[in-house]
């Protein structure tokens, strides 16, 4: 199963509600970390997006600069 950013921030938001409604200690620091780990999860899948949208715009820059190299321009 491949998680989604926003599948991540909804449990992170849910994590956040539920300390925000929880009376006990240990439940609401255990509910804070839930909520930490989602966003860091969050956070990775972003930096993965990113990186592959850079990786992807690197790769076509290349194709163009090939297409370009290996069919100049008749007019010169």
């Given amino acids: 199963m491949s998680l989604s950013r926003e599948f991540c921030d909804a449990r992170a938001q849910d994590a956040a509600d539920a ?3 929880a009376t006990l200690s240990n439940v609401r620091d255990r509910e804070l970390r839930s909520e930490a ?5 969050s956070d990775r899948i972003r930096s993965t997006e990113r990186a592959r949208e ?3 715009a690197e790769r076509a820059a290349t194709r ?6 290996l ?3 008749p007019r010169g």
């Fill in 54 to 56: 850079a990786k992807e």
């Fill in 64 to 69: 163009a600069a090939e297409s370009v190299a």
């Fill in 19 to 21: 300390a925000a409604d």
């Fill in 71 to 73: 069919w100049p321009d």
């Fill in 37 to 41: 780990a989602w966003r860091a999860m």
